[in-house]
């Protein structure tokens, strides 16, 4: 590919002097222009060639996405570990999971597989001390709908070279088993439900439907759009009825794109105890602003016309449709224009190998929990672990409104499992066109084969277009310099499309050594049907929405490792003093000052944010000191901070216990990996995960191995600029490790990045000014066409589904 592209610009490069020459042909010429093509074929400078970008001999960084043969204690499971782990499973006395194909929701079947990872000293010592690489294992989640009464299992299994065992996975302050009750969504379970619930309901209030809405729930294979599909809600489990059942609500809307911004006034409460879906059962109808015990009694009500009815426009599918992302109104610019791209111009400066990468003076492994979401291991400047993990947690959205629908939905988002909703990633949409795309191998419920997304992550650098750092000395009595540098940074990004909404996740790299974790949230709002004029939960956005006051909120795991694993967390606190000026004693004249607050316990750590009492939060090793012997460590900077206002310990708050605190510090233990679980949207009466244990006990966490977790939020109030979708724009949180007395100076000072700009002569400044580009060219290079139309035309199902059996969950 490269080497056509350069033979096309050798050619136009002829053909460019060819034209200028011709007109300035005089007697015996042809020599000179002859002489001139042959120069500039040889040449391969500016003026005539340019090489392509990112394509100089020179770049000798390694882009490799194979799957290793003896993968790292942090890289994912492999393909080969998953096929190994699949026919363990199906033969184990024990478990005796179904086939793929004939699993069924009452049978034994395997629901998900991700890594386990050893303990840490383990691995430390594997990486610290040339120790031996401990084992790998998976942990395994397996709904067992053939047991009485059925329950889910977690199991760890390994060693995965060549499994031996599968023992169920023990944690303290996590119960295993769980009840089938509270098991995460499925796709085996949203068909049943299709099945033996949506579509029967066609048969008694079919003409309601029909008559109300221009649409039923079947008899739509000529056109789609006479369809109504769902959007499944869970109600979580006891907390308001105070049992154990599974229980949904299934609210209506027009199957037309996108389908939450189209409800109607309908939705049934479903009964999904069990594991048979023959006695699943509707037990509640949502019609018309009212609730009614069983659809019997609003057939009864509808056909004596004794209750209150509805008659909807059917909204036309069109291109024009406000609901849809085609692009309307006044085209900007007036003809096509590209805009502002950037590029590689000498070739990647970073390296990705098994998962592990290095850029500039970091180094980190990353992976992608099917379960969880996306980590990062092993972060290291020049040489030195910052972080054993940064990882996201959880991300839960809760909603308000005056009818069942945003009432009850609350999302605990790992509930639909976060990393497997993370694929194509598209170039030129959500990540640069001369990104790296990272495939990510996931286990599949439907083949036998595990699941391939081809663009799970996407790496690249990007120039942020703002300065690192600078000062322009302009004056000459001040020095007559200027010296600068732009941010460019290493990001690894990742979207999750969990139902309407598409969330973003960056780890980001600086050239001084500071990580940025940054988490943006865009797609499609959940409104609910317009009908409450008072408008206290929202606006009315269009023709039938209101768009529902909800709450993002997301928790992240942030192990760091700052000198070594003994740490201490402290605060500066910024406390106002009033001094007396020595030059005039009588006046009162007020300061701030900094305060040192070690924090010696759990719950001595617990972080709530208070405009009144500002502080920076410190991690660092006490026994190693600058050379002035202060602190040496990190910053942590929180930024996207919301409070949660749901009373502690009341009705839904209790499966979210991780949302009361901005930050909470605990000692690193192995058994205390996640502060959810799957189970959160269903589990409301009994939390298989109560976070607020990891803390109770209060430990010391002087001089510990410490882990940090943080948590974000916003509270989002939809607005008409929210239609078709949210922007990400202002719609993000972030929170940054920043180095605290870490580095001599800022690291970023051995940057080939940066300029210097001074007088040729200081003596006499009209001789004019010199660029220091520390031995950076300033030539320009070819970009290289896109390639996406050519890709999605070989294989369109690397961005939208095409093929059924791709479908992984």
Request: hydrophobic share 35%; glycine share 6%.
């Amino acid at each position: 590919m490269y080497h056509g592209v350069v033979l096309y610009r050798y050619v136009s490069c002829v053909l460019t002097e060819v034209r200028k020459r011709v007109m300035s042909l005089r007697n015996f010429a042809w020599l000179w222009l002859i002489s001139s093509m042959v120069t500039c074929l040889l040449a391969e400078d500016q003026g005539c060639f340019s090489h392509v970008c990112g394509s100089t001999s020179t770049n000798n960084h390694v882009i490799d996405l194979t799957e290793p043969e003896r993968p790292g204690p942090f890289h994912d499971l492999t393909k080969t570990e998953m096929i190994k782990l699949r026919k363990f499973l199906e033969k184990d006395p024990n478990i005796r999971a179904a086939k793929t194909r004939k699993a069924t929701l009452n049978s034994s079947y395997i629901y998900m597989a991700d890594l386990y990872l050893p303990k840490k000293s383990k691995v430390l010592n594997f990486l610290d001390n040339a120790g031996k690489q401990p084992g790998r294992y998976a942990r395994v989640m397996v709904n067992r709908g053939d047991l009485d009464p059925p329950v889910v299992e977690e199991y760890v299994c390994g060693p995965l070279h060549k499994i031996t065992k599968c023992k169920l996975m023990v944690l303290r302050n996590r119960r295993n088993p769980v009840e089938f009750s509270v098991r995460p969504f499925s796709q085996m379970e949203i068909d049943a439900i299709d099945k033996y619930l949506w579509k029967s309901l066609d048969a008694k209030i079919g003409h309601i439907l029909r008559e109300s809405y221009n649409a039923s729930v079947t008899g739509c294979h000529k056109d789609p759009t006479d369809c109504l599909t769902y959007n499944p809600v869970a109600m979580s489990t006891g907390f308001l009825d105070n049992i154990n059942q599974r229980k949904m609500w299934l609210f209506a809307s027009y199957d037309i794109p996108f389908y939450t911004l189209h409800p109607v006034d309908f939705g049934v409460l479903c009964n999904l105890e069990g594991s048979n879906p023959r006695k699943w059962k509707v037990e509640e109808v949502w019609y018309a602003g009212r609730i009614y015990d069983t659809v019997e009694e609003l057939v009864d009500g509808y056909n004596a016309k004794t209750i209150p009815t509805v008659k909807v426009v059917k909204p036309k599918e069109t291109n024009e449709l406000f609901s849809t992302l085609y692009r309307r109104g006044q085209p900007l610019p007036k003809k096509p224009q590209r805009a502002p791209v950037q590029v590689e111009p000498d070739g990647k400066r970073y390296s990705l190998k098994h998962r592990k990468v290095k850029y500039m003076d970091w180094t980190f492994n990353f992976r992608m929990s099917a379960l969880t979401g996306p980590l990062v291991y092993d972060v290291r400047f020049k040489g030195e672990r910052i972080a054993y993990e940064i990882a996201l947690a959880e991300i839960a959205v809760f909603y308000s409104g005056s009818d069942p629908l945003p009432q009850i939905t609350n999302y605990v988002d790992s509930g639909e499992l976060l990393g497997s909703h993370s694929k194509s990633l598209v170039p030129g949409g959500d990540c640069p066109e001369f990104s790296t795309l990272v495939n990510q191998t996931f286990w599949s419920q439907h083949q036998d084969e595990p699941g391939v997304f081809d663009a799970t992550f996407c790496l690249f650098e990007i120039n942020n277009g703002h300065p690192l750092r600078r000062h322009s000395s302009y004056e000459k009595d001040a020095g007559s310099f200027y010296g600068g540098m732009l941010d460019s940074v290493l990001t690894l990004r990742s979207a999750m499309t969990l139902g309407n909404y598409d969330y973003f996740v960056d780890f980001i790299f600086h050239q001084n050594g500071i990580v940025e974790l940054r988490l943006m949230a865009t797609g499609y709002i959940l409104p609910a049907y317009y009908a409450n004029k008072k408008g206290d939960y929202g606006f009315r956005l269009h023709d039938y929405i209101t768009g529902s006051l909800h709450h993002h909120m997301a928790h992240f795991k942030v192990d760091l490792d700052v000198g070594g694993t003994s740490n201490r967390y402290e605060t500066l606190n910024i406390v106002r003093e009033k001094v007396k000026l020595k030059s005039r004693p009588h006046v009162k004249y007020y300061q701030n000052k900094v305060e040192r607050n070690l924090k010696t316990t759990e719950k001595a750590a617990v972080y709530d944010y208070h405009f009144e009492t500002p502080k920076y939060l410190l991690v660092h090793n006490n026994d190693k000191k600058t050379k002035y012997n202060q602190l040496k460590g990190f910053r942590i900077q929180l930024n996207g901070i919301s409070y949660n206002l749901l009373p502690s310990d009341r009705g839904n708050e209790g499966t979210i216990p991780w949302a009361r605190h901005q930050m909470v510090v605990t000692r690193h233990k192995d058994d205390e990996i996640w502060s959810s679980s799957n189970y959160g949207m269903f589990d409301g009466l009994d939390p298989v995960v109560n976070f607020t244990k990891f803390y109770d006990d209060d430990e010391d966490i002087v001089d510990q191995d410490l882990v940090f977790w943080l948590t974000g939020g916003m509270h989002h109030i939809p607005h008409t600029e929210d239609l078709p979708v949210t922007p990400s724009v202002g719609n993000h949180l972030t929170f940054f490790l920043l180095p605290y007395n870490y580095f001599d100076e800022c690291p970023s000072m051995g940057s080939r990045d940066a300029m210097y700009i001074k007088h040729i002569d200081p003596r006499d400044p009209t001789k004019g000014v010199t660029v220091d580009r520390n031995g950076n060219s300033r030539d320009q290079c070819v970009i290289p066409k896109s390639t996406l139309e050519e890709t999605v035309s070989d294989n369109p199902d690397l961005i939208l589904e095409s093929r059924r059996e791709n479908f992984i969950f």
